[in-house]
């Protein structure tokens, strides 16, 4: 049986969220493997909008086993609300249908504070984050200070674990002229929301092993997007864990051979949120289109996304490092209407041509788009569901990116709704 890795291949918000909802119906397991609630994941299902940030995607539907890996930095308070919220919808969230891995690292109120102060000096340091502590949660699960999921069962543990995080956070408070954290108070709180996160908590490896060897189907959901991985990101602007394919296996706890299929989710055109570069941002009426024809706000935080071309040379080097099997191309729709559209297939630096973009970050700075262009379609292409359906230049269009990231259309999405989705090649296909 095939198991598929969704993965972002540009700065996020590309459509994984739909996409996993979509592809959900052919999995028995879902399962988050990295990032946090810095994630904002929205599907449509007749009309009714659910927006997630910890939960995965296939919660949605019933009937199916979502899972939170051990790669994944999780909020106890944030996840209680989010289950509520989602519980008001309609979705049923039980100990049978939600898993949380024993050994995923806990964010705590102190690591939100840290990430809002260091966002607010306004300085060099900052990145534009989400504020919810994503990086500073990850920074005590390799300082080896974080507190884990399975800490919460035992007081005397939690204590002890609790005091090992004081440590280094109340000298960092104190540098950055903070009160101290109140101990006792926080001991407390944990205490409290222990019995609401415990009653998900299993050894996620052993589940998901025994679940592959049964011959059922995972779906391991992404959030973020390749250009904010930790490692292959555009650096220091990035989130704080890897978000490529590879990290599906480390981040619940299989081996790299449980990975049959990664799927890329790109979107037809190019947003980011918040600081770093970004070589094809427009900043005039066409930005400004895309961004209000593709409602261009963040899910988290509401901020602006800032929008440009697509980037062929960057989702060609994405595809690379993520081993990208086939792309869900999302958003088409919004390109309808563009008498011609550009299409980034390099950079120019210094005179020099370059198919990637370097590491460094002067010469990313230097680096400049080099455009093909080509001709737009004034026909609609909004809830299309075939080929059929779609104009012969947005077809060129798709088949063009195809060619220049070197990595073939698997799915095409044309609104947000669930069933307006084009299936090319099933990712669940042996
Ligand atoms: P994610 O973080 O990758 O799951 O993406 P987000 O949910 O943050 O952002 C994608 C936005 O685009 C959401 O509002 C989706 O409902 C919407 N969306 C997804 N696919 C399509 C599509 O094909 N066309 C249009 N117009 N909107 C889409
Ligand atoms: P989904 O899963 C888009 C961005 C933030 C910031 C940087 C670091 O919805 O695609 P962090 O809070 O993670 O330390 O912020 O990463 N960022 C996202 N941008 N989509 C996301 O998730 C993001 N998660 C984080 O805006 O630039
Ligand atoms: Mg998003």
Same mark, same amino acid.
């Given at each position: 049986?095939?198991?598929?890795?969704?993965?972002?291949?540009?700065?996020?918000?590309?459509?994984?969220?739909?996409?996993?909802?979509?592809?959900?119906?052919?999995?028995?397991?879902?399962?988050?493997?990295?990032?946090?609630?810095?994630?904002?994941?929205?599907?449509?299902?007749?009309?009714?909008?659910?927006?997630?940030?910890?939960?995965?995607?296939?919660?949605?539907?019933?009937?199916?086993?979502?899972?939170?890996?051990?790669?994944?930095?999780?909020?106890?308070?944030?996840?209680?609300?989010?289950?509520?919220?989602?519980?008001?919808?309609?979705?049923?969230?039980?100990?049978?249908?939600?898993?949380?891995?024993?050994?995923?690292?806990?964010?705590?109120?102190?690591?939100?504070? =840290?990430?809002?102060?260091?966002?607010?000096?306004?300085?060099?340091?900052?990145?534009?984050?989400?504020?919810?502590?994503?990086?500073?949660?990850?920074?005590?699960?390799?300082?080896?200070?974080?507190?884990?999921?399975?800490?919460?069962?035992?007081?005397?543990?939690?204590?002890?674990?609790?005091?090992?995080?004081?440590?280094?956070?109340?000298?960092?408070?104190?540098?950055?002229?903070?009160?101290?954290?109140?101990?006792?108070?926080?001991?407390?709180?944990?205490?409290?929301?222990?019995?609401?996160?415990?009653?998900?908590?299993?050894?996620?490896?052993?589940?998901?092993?025994?679940?592959?060897?049964?011959?059922?189907?995972?779906?391991?959901?992404?959030?973020?997007?390749?250009?904010?991985?930790?490692?292959?990101?555009?650096?220091?602007?990035?989130?704080?864990?890897?978000?490529?394919?590879?990290?599906?296996?480390?981040?619940?706890?299989?081996?790299?051979?449980?990975?049959?299929?990664?799927?890329?989710?790109?979107?037809?055109?190019?947003?980011?949120?918040?600081?770093?570069?970004?070589?094809?941002?427009?900043?005039?009426?066409?930005?400004? !289109? =895309?961004?209000?024809?593709?409602?261009?706000?963040?899910?988290?935080?509401? !901020?602006?996304? !800032?929008?440009?071309?697509?980037?062929?040379?960057?989702?060609?080097?994405?595809?690379?490092?993520?081993?990208?099997?086939?792309?869900?191309?999302?958003?088409?729709?919004?390109?309808?209407?563009?008498?011609?559209?550009?299409?980034?297939?390099?950079?120019?630096?210094?005179?020099?041509?370059?198919?990637?973009?370097?590491?460094?970050?002067?010469?990313?700075? !230097?680096?400049?788009?080099?455009?093909?262009?080509?001709?737009?379609?004034?026909?609609?292409?909004?809830?299309?569901?075939?080929?059929?359906?779609?104009?012969?230049?947005?077809?060129?269009?798709?088949?063009?990116?195809?060619?220049?990231?070197?990595?073939?259309?698997?799915?095409?999405?044309?609104?947000?709704?669930?069933?307006?989705?084009? =299936?090319?090649?099933?990712?669940?296909?042996?």
């Amino acid at each position: 049986m095939a198991n598929v890795v969704v993965v972002g291949a540009q700065w996020g918000d590309e459509g994984k969220g739909k996409i996993v909802d979509w592809l959900s119906e052919r999995a028995d397991v879902i399962a988050r493997f990295q990032g946090g609630h810095n994630a904002g994941h929205t599907l449509v299902v007749d009309g009714e909008v659910f927006k997630l940030n910890a939960l995965p995607s296939g919660v949605v539907r019933g009937g199916k086993l979502s899972v939170i890996g051990n790669g994944v930095v999780l909020d106890p308070w944030h996840l209680v609300t989010e289950i509520e919220k989602i519980r008001e919808q309609g979705v049923v969230i039980t100990p049978e249908t939600l898993m949380i891995a024993e050994n995923t690292p806990l964010i705590l109120p102190f690591h939100g504070e =840290l990430d809002r102060a260091r966002e607010a000096q306004n300085s060099v340091a900052k990145i534009g984050t989400t504020g919810r502590g994503i990086g500073p949660c990850y920074e005590d699960k390799v300082g080896r200070r974080a507190i884990r999921v399975a800490d919460l069962a035992d007081k005397a543990t939690l204590e002890l674990r609790v005091d090992r995080a004081l440590v280094h956070h109340n000298a960092l408070r104190s540098g950055l002229g903070q009160e101290p954290i109140d101990r006792d108070a926080l001991i407390a709180m944990l205490n409290e929301i222990a019995p609401q996160i415990l009653q998900y908590a299993a050894p996620v490896w052993k589940v998901l092993n025994e679940k592959r060897r049964a011959g059922k189907r995972i779906l391991f959901e992404g959030a973020q997007g390749a250009l904010l991985d930790i490692d292959f990101g555009t650096y220091p602007f990035v989130t704080s864990s890897n978000v490529i394919a590879g990290q599906a296996a480390a981040g619940t706890g299989m081996g790299p051979g449980a990975i049959d299929f990664v799927l890329g989710i790109v979107k037809a055109y190019t947003t980011r949120v918040g600081e770093g570069p970004f070589p094809t941002e427009l900043d005039d009426d066409d930005g400004q !289109r =895309l961004g209000e024809r593709g409602h261009e706000f963040g899910t988290v935080t509401g !901020r602006k996304r !800032r929008c440009g071309w697509f980037d062929a040379a960057l989702v060609r080097q994405t595809c690379a490092v993520s081993g990208v099997n086939g792309i869900a191309l999302t958003k088409l729709d919004v390109l309808d209407g563009f008498e011609t559209l550009k299409i980034c297939i390099g950079y120019d630096l210094d005179g020099k041509q370059l198919d990637y973009l370097p590491t460094a970050a002067d010469q990313q700075a !230097r680096c400049v788009p080099i455009y093909e262009e080509v001709p737009g379609w004034s026909e609609s292409t909004e809830g299309a569901r075939s080929w059929n359906d779609l104009p012969a230049n947005a077809i060129k269009y798709v088949r063009h990116i195809e060619e220049l990231i070197q990595c073939p259309v698997a799915l095409l999405s044309t609104s947000p709704e669930r069933e307006d989705t084009i =299936l090319v090649t099933d990712p669940f296909a042996d």
